[in-house]
């Protein structure tokens, strides 16, 4: 098998130029390809690469859709935090704070804690953490550095896409042998054909199915460089309520979301991925959606639970009746 630092460094070849944009059009102000010299940790409000994911089952699919005007109950309960990859120091969120948003989140698509007269018919389970790169240093087998790259592509690209990658780095691997096998041959003189082998090789690297598939689209090369690096992550899965005692339990949707970690903390970047999340929890989803957001976003105001103010009496003039 083609060694990890090898499949790594073809995924993190022909990165994306995010400065690209068209000459006759002036580029968008949160577009994802605006291209910002100073690192984000420098940064005062530094844009977020965010990616979300909703992918529903057999089950999830035939229930009738969930809308503010048509809501659905739900209970919840944490799974916990989790750093998979290597372990990197920095602060995260309580369930408490997480949980806050998220529900906000699941609000402004219909989906409400319940409550007296409205028991759940949903329970929504959610775990979030940073799923890190190995350090190369570390003793890690070839399958830990493809296995950790394929999570964090099933964490931005959802599961077909990580199946995809996952195929065309085995072609990869595949291809590598061949080419390893011509690098040994012998010319028939007896000397080794090193010339036309390195030539082939470098045919074969310009047709490599990992890069071929990373340059596939643009949107292909933004969750392929998501799987590339660090990233914190929040995933929420929806079961029916009923089936959770039960032996079987019955998954119906699941949320992924991650955002890359390159120079922002969790505290700072959780919130805002999670809160641009909202229109696709329960939302079924052929393929990730890619987002940008600021840190803080722009007039950012914090808004608590409506209440209705009864206006007071009108004053009566001093002196009159």
């Keep these: 098998m083609k060694s990890a630092p090898l499949v790594f460094a073809a995924l993190l070849s022909l990165s994306v130029v995010r400065a690209q944009t068209s000459p006759s059009a002036e580029p968008e102000p949160e577009s994802r390809f605006n291209f910002e010299l100073l690192p984000r940790a420098f940064q005062r409000n530094p844009n977020l690469d965010l990616t979300v994911i909703t992918e529903m089952t057999d089950h999830g699919k035939k229930l009738p859709p969930v809308s503010p005007q048509?809501?659905?109950?739900?209970?919840?309960?944490?799974?916990?935090?989790?750093?998979?990859?290597?372990?990197?120091?920095?602060?995260?969120?309580?369930?408490?704070?997480?949980?806050?948003?998220?529900?906000?989140?699941?609000?402004?698509r219909g989906y409400l804690p319940a409550a007296t007269g409205h028991p759940p018919t949903l329970l929504v389970v959610y775990f979030?953490?940073?799923?890190?790169?190995?350090?190369?240093?570390?003793?890690?087998?070839?399958?830990?550095?493809?296995?950790?790259?394929?999570?964090?592509?099933?964490?931005?690209?959802?599961?077909?896409?990580?199946?995809?990658?996952?195929?065309?780095?085995?072609?990869?691997?595949?291809?590598?042998?061949?080419?390893?096998?011509?690098?040994?041959?012998?010319?028939?003189?007896?000397?080794?054909?090193?010339?036309?082998?390195?030539?082939?090789?470098?045919?074969?690297?310009?047709?490599d199915p990992v890069r071929l598939f990373k340059q596939k689209s643009p949107k292909n090369e933004f969750l392929i460089d998501q799987a590339s690096s660090d990233c914190y992550y929040v995933v929420a899965s929806a079961y029916e309520y009923a089936s959770v005692a039960t032996h079987v339990k019955q998954?119906?949707?699941?949320?992924?979301?991650?955002?890359?970690?390159?120079?922002?903390?969790?505290?700072?970047?959780?919130?805002?991925?999670?809160?641009?999340?909202?229109?696709?929890?329960?939302?079924?989803?052929?393929?990730?959606?890619?987002?940008?957001?600021?840190?803080?976003?722009?007039?950012?105001?914090?808004?608590?639970?409506?209440?209705?103010?009864?206006?007071?009496?009108?004053?009566?003039?001093?002196?009159?009746?």
């Design 251 to 321: 998954l119906l949707w699941r949320t992924r979301m991650t955002v890359n970690a390159t120079g922002v903390s969790q505290p700072q970047s959780l919130p805002v991925l999670i809160a641009a999340a909202a229109p696709y929890f329960g939302k079924d989803m052929a393929e990730s959606e890619i987002l940008t957001r600021r840190a803080v976003p722009k007039g950012k105001v914090e808004v608590g639970t409506p209440t209705v103010v009864e206006a007071a009496p009108a004053a009566t003039p001093t002196g009159k009746p």
């Design 128 to 207: 979030w953490g940073a799923h890190n790169l190995y350090d190369q240093n570390e003793a890690i087998s070839d399958e830990q550095w493809t296995n950790n790259i394929l999570e964090r592509a099933a964490l931005a690209g959802g599961e077909k896409f990580a199946a995809e990658l996952n195929q065309a780095i085995s072609r990869s691997d595949a291809a590598a042998m061949t080419v390893s096998t011509k690098l040994g041959g012998t010319a028939e003189d007896g000397s080794q054909s090193l010339g036309a082998a390195a030539a082939v090789a470098q045919m074969n690297a310009a047709f």
């Design 70 to 108: 048509a809501p659905a109950y739900y209970a919840i309960q944490s799974a916990g935090y989790h750093v998979i990859g290597d372990q990197v120091g920095g602060t995260s969120l309580a369930a408490p704070e997480i949980e806050a948003v998220l529900q906000r989140a699941l609000a402004a």
